[in-house]
């Protein structure tokens, strides 16, 4: 399952927020990979958009190993980000040129 949808961010154009999971039973086959490249391929066919962005919870390694394999760079990072049961965690900011 995957997410995403085109907003602004400092005034460009973007596809932002893009988020996504894999069943625990189906990890590990390729299937992220396959995901991002087709949001990345939808993105593309889309008028004016230059970057995808996305927001990961900083402990997340798996998911921030996926995202720097695929081109996307820590932009920014953002602290108490989210908040879950009175618990806040950091996000980082990731963000790739297509
Ligand atoms: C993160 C997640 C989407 C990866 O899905 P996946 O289908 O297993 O990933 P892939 O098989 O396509 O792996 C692609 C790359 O991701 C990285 N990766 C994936 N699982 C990893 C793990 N457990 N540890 C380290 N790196 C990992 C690797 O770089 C891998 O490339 P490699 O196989 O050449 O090393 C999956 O673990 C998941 O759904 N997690 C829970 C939800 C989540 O965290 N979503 C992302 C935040 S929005």
């Known amino acids: 399952m ?3 949808y085109v907003d602004n961010y400092k005034g460009e154009k973007v596809v932002k927020k893009i988020a996504l999971f894999v069943d625990s039973e189906f990890r590990g086959k390729g299937i992220a990979q396959m995901l991002m ?3 990345e391929d939808w993105a593309r066919s889309l008028p004016n ?3 995808l962005m996305l927001q990961v919870y900083k402990e997340n390694v798996p998911a921030i ?4 394999k695929l081109g996307f760079k820590v932009i920014e990072e953002l602290p108490a980000a989210v908040a879950k049961n009175g618990v806040e965690y950091d996000d980082y900011l990731m963000a790739k040129n297509i």
């Open 2 to 4: 995957i997410g995403g």
């Open 37 to 39: 490249h087709s949001v």
């Open 49 to 51: 958009i230059k970057t």
């Open 65 to 68: 190993r996926l995202y720097k």
